[in-house]
């Protein structure tokens, strides 16, 4: 079946860390990958996607790339804002166009 | 442009009562619409999946039940709801199989408290 992992947070970072949250996923085929962003009380945003292997996705500084080899789509940013304070989901698109989500990842940045 | 709407954006309903959450969206045509909810703390679980009008796939069996009476409106229901049946509940659409887009829409979301 269809299913996404992504690490569990919350992940605490100070403003111009390094930011990495992992994700791997189990899929029949060559799913689409997503990553969506939830800021508080609100619902989701699409970040980023990569429809095929070694496609990167890329948006507002964040990064992801399709990793055919090691089913994975791991999020990045080189230096991580306040404002990039959120809950982050990694998604695939399986069969049926159904959308499969990860538990989502919480983070916090301190100034 | 293509919008969603999703109403009421919170709800506080009592043990037993109905429910009726509606998403309507604007600007497509024959959209793939999805029901998902979120429980606090935790991810994003698919209930309900519809291809075309009265066409409803159920993932997970609930309390729940949808309904798509028009081509561009979704609607979740109960008639009597439980505590568990508390969460955010948010509706999706997506461009029919073989168009545009390959991601999913998402409207701004239900929070029902069910006390």
């Known amino acids: 079946g269809n299913s996404v992992t992504q690490m569990e947070g919350p992940v605490t970072l100070s403003e111009e860390a390094f930011l990495t949250i992992n994700c791997t996923y189990t899929a029949t085929g060559y799913p689409s990958l997503f990553w969506y962003v939830q800021y508080p009380g609100e619902g989701l945003q699409l970040l980023l996607k990569a429809t095929k292997a070694d496609d990167k996705g890329s948006n507002k500084g964040f990064e992801a790339t399709y990793r055919k080899e090691t089913t994975s789509f791991h999020l990045e940013k080189g230096s991580v804002q306040v404002s990039d304070s959120a809950v982050y989901f990694c998604?695939?698109?399986?069969?049926?166009?159904?959308?499969?989500f990860g538990s989502g990842t919480k983070l916090n940045v301190k100034p | 442009s293509q919008t969603i709407h999703q109403w009421p954006a919170t709800l506080v309903q009592p043990v037993g009562s109905p429910l009726s959450l509606e998403c309507t969206v604007e600007g497509t045509s024959n959209p793939n619409l999805y029901w998902y909810r979120q429980a606090a703390g935790r991810g994003l679980q698919l209930l309900f999946y519809s291809v075309g009008i009265g066409q409803i796939s159920s993932e997970v069996p609930q309390n729940l039940s949808a309904s798509r009476p028009q081509d561009r409106q979704f609607i979740l229901s109960s008639k009597k709801l439980l505590l568990s049946d508390s969460g955010f509940y948010l509706c999706?659409?997506?461009?029919?199989?073989?168009?545009?887009?390959?991601?999913?829409?998402f409207g701004q979301g239900t929070r029902l408290t069910v006390v």
């Open positions: 999706a659409w997506r461009d029919h199989l073989g168009t545009g887009n390959t991601e999913a829409f």
């Open positions: 998604a695939l698109r399986g069969n049926f166009n159904k959308f499969y």
